[in-house]
């Protein structure tokens, strides 16, 4: 998936995906680590105070930079990382994403993203030209004829001084951000499902609501949740039945489950969003094992899924 690495890289200094990931929400940090091949993850957590972090893309959002500092360095400190790269996971609404079709595309990362940045400006309030931006290719068609082509392209942008705020902070810590990746993108990265997939991510501040197909992905939509517990629930209701009627649209057949990931389980979300038609599954349930200190709220599906495959 799209992330931001250091210098636009995809891996860490030493060639491969960090062995160690934290995701930051406004309730702590939530560390994994995979400290030997073939071993399980161990996981720890750190609360962070009411208004630490407060996510979003117009203003800092690193309110209490070293209380969120001291929480990044106390996690990943309980379970040892082997070296200091790590995968930082951050709020979906840190960041913005897209799935974005082009006629065609330059095929050096260094000629497409001017193009990415042009087609962006005005999809983002915020400076494009000065964001951070990284993309993949999730598919590309037609290229045979050499006409009509379409090329279908997984953008993540980002306001520069925001993606600076986090980065900053783990490298107070003692670490290195291998890359960064918003919370769903991670999360998605967990799931492993031949099949199209309908997945959900629910913060206290948003939910993201995704269909995958093998390794294309055909919706990634993040709304904000209102403060109020009535409406909070009616929205999450509305985007899930947006979800799953776009699903039936594309994929001509209702969806059966929702892939659920996010604060609280699958019992709770299933009763949140009131359908008798869906059943709601864990991207990844609580480890029985592994628990380094006392975990938070924070959802396992970030991080998992940032260590999916990871040796």
Same mark, same amino acid.
């Given at each position: 998936?799209?992330?931001?690495?250091?210098?636009?890289?995809?891996?860490?200094?030493?060639?491969?995906?960090?062995? %160690?990931?934290?995701?930051?929400?406004?309730?702590?940090?939530?560390?994994?680590?995979?400290?030997?091949?073939?071993?399980?993850?161990?996981?720890?957590?750190?609360?962070?105070?009411?208004?630490?972090?407060?996510?979003?893309?117009?203003?800092?959002?690193?309110?209490?930079?070293?209380?969120?500092?001291?929480?990044?360095?106390?996690?990943?400190?309980?379970?040892?990382?082997?070296?200091?790269?790590?995968?930082?996971?951050?709020?979906?609404?840190?960041?913005?994403?897209?799935?974005?079709?082009?006629?065609?595309?330059?095929?050096?990362?260094?000629?497409?993203?001017?193009?990415?940045?042009?087609?962006?400006?005005?999809?983002?309030?915020?400076?494009?030209?000065?964001?951070?931006?990284?993309?993949?290719?999730?598919?590309?068609?037609?290229?045979?004829?050499?006409?009509?082509?379409?090329?279908?392209?997984?953008?993540?942008?980002?306001?520069?001084?925001?993606? %600076?705020?986090? /980065? %900053?902070?783990?490298?107070?810590?003692?670490?290195?951000?291998?890359?960064?990746?918003?919370?769903?993108?991670?999360?998605?990265?967990?799931?492993?499902?031949?099949?199209?997939?309908?997945?959900?991510?629910?913060?206290?501040?948003?939910?993201?609501?995704?269909?995958?197909?093998?390794?294309?992905?055909?919706?990634?939509?993040?709304?904000?949740?209102?403060?109020?517990?009535?409406?909070?629930?009616?929205? !999450?209701?509305?985007?899930?039945?947006?979800?799953?009627?776009?699903?039936?649209?594309?994929?001509?057949?209702?969806?059966?489950?929702?892939?659920?990931?996010?604060?609280?389980?699958?019992?709770?979300?299933?009763? @949140?969003?009131?359908?008798?038609?869906?059943?709601?599954? /864990?991207? @990844?349930?609580?480890?029985?094992?592994?628990?380094?200190?006392?975990?938070?709220?924070?959802?396992?599906?970030? !991080?998992?899924?940032?260590?999916?495959?990871?040796?």
């Amino acid at each position: 998936m799209a992330q931001f690495s250091n210098s636009m890289k995809t891996s860490s200094q030493s060639g491969g995906r960090p062995q %160690a990931a934290v995701e930051l929400a406004p309730e702590g940090a939530l560390a994994a680590a995979i400290q030997a091949a073939g071993e399980s993850a161990v996981y720890a957590f750190a609360s962070l105070p009411a208004g630490a972090l407060v996510p979003g893309i117009a203003e800092a959002n690193l309110r209490q930079p070293e209380v969120v500092t001291e929480a990044l360095r106390t996690a990943l400190e309980q379970v040892s990382p082997r070296n200091r790269y790590v995968t930082l996971i951050i709020p979906d609404t840190s960041a913005r994403v897209f799935v974005l079709d082009f006629d065609t595309l330059p095929a050096k990362a260094i000629e497409a993203l001017p193009v990415l940045r042009f087609r962006l400006r005005k999809m983002v309030p915020f400076d494009s030209e000065h964001a951070a931006v990284s993309f993949q290719v999730l598919a590309q068609h037609g290229e045979e004829e050499k006409s009509g082509a379409i090329v279908k392209v997984l953008a993540t942008v980002m306001p520069g001084p925001i993606l %600076a705020e986090y /980065e %900053a902070a783990v490298r107070a810590a003692g670490y290195e951000p291998g890359s960064v990746l918003p919370s769903s993108l991670a999360a998605l990265a967990a799931l492993d499902s031949p099949h199209p997939v309908l997945a959900a991510n629910l913060s206290r501040l948003a939910l993201t609501t995704a269909i995958t197909s093998g390794d294309d992905l055909l919706l990634y939509r993040t709304v904000e949740l209102p403060e109020d517990p009535a409406a909070r629930v009616a929205e !999450v209701q509305r985007s899930v039945a947006v979800a799953a009627a776009y699903f039936e649209d594309k994929l001509s057949s209702r969806p059966r489950q929702v892939h659920y990931a996010g604060i609280g389980d699958a019992r709770e979300f299933a009763i @949140a969003i009131a359908d008798a038609q869906l059943t709601v599954l /864990e991207v @990844a349930p609580a480890p029985v094992t592994g628990a380094a200190t006392t975990l938070g709220p924070i959802g396992f599906a970030g !991080v998992m899924g940032a260590l999916a495959g990871v040796a």
